[in-house]
Structure formats: structure tokens, C-alpha cells
């Protein structure tokens, strides 16, 4: 059995590039919280540290030690700056190709939007992304449900 595709024109390119563009934003935000939080657990660990070294408690003083290194390591090891840096630079590249759609057609949109190197995307993200495109394209009635770790992720990013 044949499916029929209809031919893909301008306004679903756009579309997509305007997704693209959401999910890069919801994944810069995510990791920028993310690495404002080890900051913040770092500093944390840090006082704690320096406070059990002053109460003179060895056995509090290597948990304290512990549970930095800990988070440092994970900090080090995941790098959410990194990450949101990552995601800035491709929603950049993005918008421009979005800034200049007015000049390009649908197959030169497709053709730029390829030549730009996505980072990885968190699963949980794509979907509230895509309905929060098509709510601002006025379709409304395709949104897709979300579950609860859709959500969730949502109302964290």
C-alpha cells in the first residue's frame, strides 16, 4: 500500500525551524538552572566544609569533603554550561536561518537548517516544544498530550 505524502512547502519549513528554535531554547535554559544549581551545591558544600573544620569534627569533615567532590565531579563530568552554550550557539545559527526565510524557499530552508550541528536533544523536551510551536502557529487542536515527565520537564526547563 502507497502512503500518500503531500508535497512539504515554505510554512512547514518554517514551522520546523521555529521548533528547532523553541527546543534549543528550552535545553539552554534546563542546563543553565542545572549549572546554576551545582554552583550553587558547590558553595554549599564549600561552607559546610569549612564550617565542620572549624567545629573540629573529622568524621563531618570527610563527609562534607565527600559530598563536594562529589558534586564537583558530577559538575565536571556532565558540564551543563557546556552544554547551554552549546544549545545558545545552535539556536544562533537557527534564528539566522529564520531571520532570512523571506528570500529562501522551502528545499534552501531544509538545505541550511541541515548544515547545522545539533547538539543532543532530551527526549522530554521535544514534545512540549513542538505543542508550544504549533499554539504559536494557530494550531491549536495538533498539540500532542504530555505525559507526566513531559510536563514535568517543561515546567523545570
Known amino acids: 500500500m502507497t502512503v500518500y505524502n503531500p508535497p512539504r512547502d515554505k510554512d512547514e519549513a518554517i ?22 544549581l551545582m554552583r550553587f551545591l558547590e558553595l554549599l558544600g ?7 573544620a572549624i567545629s573540629g569534627s573529622p568524621g563531618a569533615l570527610k563527609a ?19 552544554r547551554a552554550r552549546d544549545h545558545l550557539r545552535t539556536g544562533q545559527d537557527y534564528r539566522k536561518v529564520r531571520a532570512r526565510v523571506a528570500d529562501l524557499d522551502h528545499g534552501e530552508i531544509d538545505r541550511r537548517r541541515n548544515l547545522i550541528l545539533e547538539p543532543d536533544y532530551i527526549e522530554g523536551l521535544r514534545a512540549p ?7 504559536t502557529h494557530g494550531f491549536s487542536a495538533s498539540a500532542r498530550p504530555l505525559s507526566k515527565w513531559q510536563r514535568f520537564m517543561a515546567a523545570i526547563a
Open 15 to 36: 514551522r520546523d525551524l521555529d521548533y528547532v528554535i523553541r527546543l534549543s531554547q528550552r535545553h539552554q535554559r534546563l542546563y543553565n538552572r542545572i549549572a546554576g
Open 46 to 52: 564549600g561552607s559546610a566544609g569549612i564550617a565542620v
Open 64 to 82: 562534607a569533603g565527600a559530598i563536594l567532590a562529589v558534586i564537583a565531579c558530577s559538575n565536571f563530568a556532565f558540564d551543563p554550561s557546556g
Open 129 to 135: 516544544s513542538w505543542n508550544e510551536m504549533m499554539r
